[in-house]
């Protein structure tokens, strides 16, 4: 089932140190799920007083794992996560929603917490039962091996069609005092061939309450998570936890609950560090990539109709084939503006690939050299840049190429 | 340039018998735009007294001749048509407008018409100048030779990556007086490699007014080509225009004015059924399309919600590569539903692949066969139905298959 893709050429040439974020342990086991020969299972312990908050998939159809977590997420506690691959429990009906609450059960048994308190993640195939009697056997032994620092040994649990573990970390100070944020993710696509998801869990020992969490959280997304894109496709599971143990007050961070707190302004940079590291990882990891491209937009009326225009760019079949082919298709780019449906003047419009300027004021630039576009096609790593000339509007969005190892990944599978 | 892919394993058994519309007079040349050695430019020479109707490209960045026609069109009068292929004229800037300019002076001379009534379309690169005074030295010889029944000449100039000429014909009766309904069209994507457009025009000898015959065509546009998607690409140049000669006043039929004239029942159908025989076959043109899909959807709270599932489901790359892959992955169809924003209810899903219902009612249809789906998937025309269970909204589009060829004709030309 689980493709046995060559390392993304694009893969992180190594992995971070990773230490411990106080007040979280970590293990993975093998439930059998699906998977032979390989973990799909992972639990993390928190301590008593961890806040969280969360981030869903838009999915009208969402997976009864996301039922579960936006119904918990509201108390802000949390004690334990539990998630599988192999199975995405989505497309399953009341039975989904039975396998929730007894592997729910399960893990606050394993955990000595409540219910309420376990937040769950499934992906996997969707529409299969999920058989959560299998945790049965597997919590207690994960309860009780959990150690601080097996950070890739969960990392890799999580991984459906994903050629990586992608784990990221960063320090922050609180009132003078080093907090750590450290989170992975899993995904290679918005969905992997017959898998659903991109999940991403993030601890921090930081003391800040779950509504200032939050709210950190969904602005931090927006430069991150919700900037990326594989194909385009949204999965009925993308589930991104943030999980604050507060450990760090022992030391002396000040427990902080309002989001506008100034002393939280190092903590907000260095999240943002982590969330974009774990989303670039989750692009650099997409089915058959072989090019990581930043889309640039500049100059738009607003910052949203800046974002929705780099997001045609980025989506656009034919920009991204293009780009696949190494050819500075600049045509292809004024399509995909044009598609937007934002407001864009073609006689203001300029567009680079890399540092050289390919259109300018509506026309071909007369000064545009075609060896050199080329030469920034052929990189690895390829920043595509558009400048509107209306207004102040910017944002940034990356993507991957589009080749045929896509199409054979997602369509050869079961031919 | 022009890629030679051989022909579509979709393309029509053979062509129709296309009699002349009376009143229209057709030519094809070699204009030397771009290719060598076939014809690139078409002209058609329509009767004093043809109104014509149009609809275009919703792009923000519209080619030089898509604002012409957009002006020009207004009068609702037209003598001429003037088409090229190989150049786009699209982000040209003011060179782009000046170009259009001299084509519309050179068409008038040729045709005896004003430049007002002087239509135009261009298909081919985008952001390349194109020299207008090429077709001087064409115009007045395919004036001279033009003639009723050249259809299939003029729709192969104005081929750009198609595999074959589409081409379609059908007729009505208004007020008791057989009419006829003919066009041609051009496309096999949204765009085509470093080519922009889906072009069609149609012609009828019924005496219909412009103003009715806008209505009718706008109408008609929704659920043929509007209903449509080869990559969810929309071109700089979409153009589809609908002349009508009047010639048929002579052999008795009314002149009609308004759009919801009774008398117009027959013809509104053979209009339908022309536009949407000629969006067919640009779906089955679709670049690399080894597969014709149909999405139908039912049950939505509207015809509109329905629509945007449909192209939902229709544009994922997930779902098409799973059709290329002969794989009834119905979880990447339950995925699309639920990426769509439209209302949707898990547990009232019903989806079928072909007649086979693979999911109901939120779940893995109990009586689901494998095999028997997998056969539905193994034939080259796929119906998919979805149905929501939530009202009376419906909705049918079209689309292909998304093939490693898809991604080799788009991005391995120039590399």
């Not at 219910?115 to 959560?132: H, N, Q, R, Y």
């Not at 780099?310 to 050819?327: C, F, M, R, Y």
Request: net charge positive; proline share 4%.
């Amino acid at each position: 089932m689980a493709h046995d893709a060559p390392l993304s050429p694009l893969a992180p040439k190594g992995f971070p140190d990773m230490p411990a974020v106080e007040g979280v342990r970590f293990a993975a086991g093998a439930a059998g799920i699906r998977y032979k020969g390989r973990t799909d299972v992972m639990l993390a312990l928190m301590d008593k007083g961890t806040t969280v908050a969360g981030v869903f998939t838009k999915s009208k159809c969402p997976s009864a794992p996301v039922d579960w977590c936006r119904a918990k997420i509201k108390s802000g506690k949390a004690r334990a996560l539990l998630v599988n691959s192999g199975n995405a429990n989505a497309f399953t009906g009341k039975k989904g929603a039975d396998a929730v609450k007894l592997a729910a059960k399960l893990a606050a048994a394993g955990a000595g917490a409540k219910e309420s308190e376990i937040f769950m993640a499934s992906t996997g195939v969707i529409g299969e039962p999920l058989d959560a009697s299998k945790f049965d056997g597997v919590i207690a032994k994960l309860a009780a091996a959990a150690r601080p620092d097996a950070w890739l040994d969960a990392a890799r649990a999580i991984m459906t069609t994903d050629t990586f573990p992608k784990v990221a970390t960063a320090t922050a100070e609180i009132g003078g005092v080093a907090v750590r944020i450290s989170g992975m993710a899993k995904g290679a696509g918005m969905i992997a061939p017959d898998m659903a998801t991109m999940l991403s869990f993030v601890f921090t020992d930081a003391p800040i309450g779950a509504d200032a969490l939050q709210a950190m959280l969904s602005k931090s997304v927006q430069g991150s998570f919700n900037a990326i894109t594989v194909d385009s496709d949204t999965s009925t599971s993308d589930t991104l936890l943030l999980f604050a143990t507060g450990a760090a007050a022992k030391r002396g961070a000040p427990k902080i609950e309002a989001a506008g707190d100034r002393r939280l302004a190092s903590f907000r940079k260095a999240l943002d560090a982590v969330l974009l590291d774990l989303a670039h990882q989750v692009v650099r990891d997409g089915e058959g990539a072989r090019k990581f491209v930043g889309v640039e937009v500049t100059g738009a009326d607003s910052a949203k109709a800046a974002k929705r225009i780099a997001l045609a760019i980025a989506n656009s079949p034919l920009v991204k084939t293009a780009v696949a082919g190494e050819d500075a298709n600049w045509g292809r780019v004024v399509m995909a503006v044009g598609k937007a449906g934002e407001k864009a003047e073609r006689d203001k419009l300029a567009i680079w690939f890399g540092d050289v300027r390919v259109a300018h004021k509506g026309l071909r630039d007369p000064a545009y050299d075609e060896a050199a576009a080329s030469a920034v096609m052929k990189r690895q790593e390829i920043d595509i840049r558009v400048d509107l000339g209306l207004g102040a509007g910017a944002a940034k969005v990356w993507t991957c190429d589009l080749t045929k190892e896509y199409v054979a990944i997602n369509g050869d599978y079961r031919s």
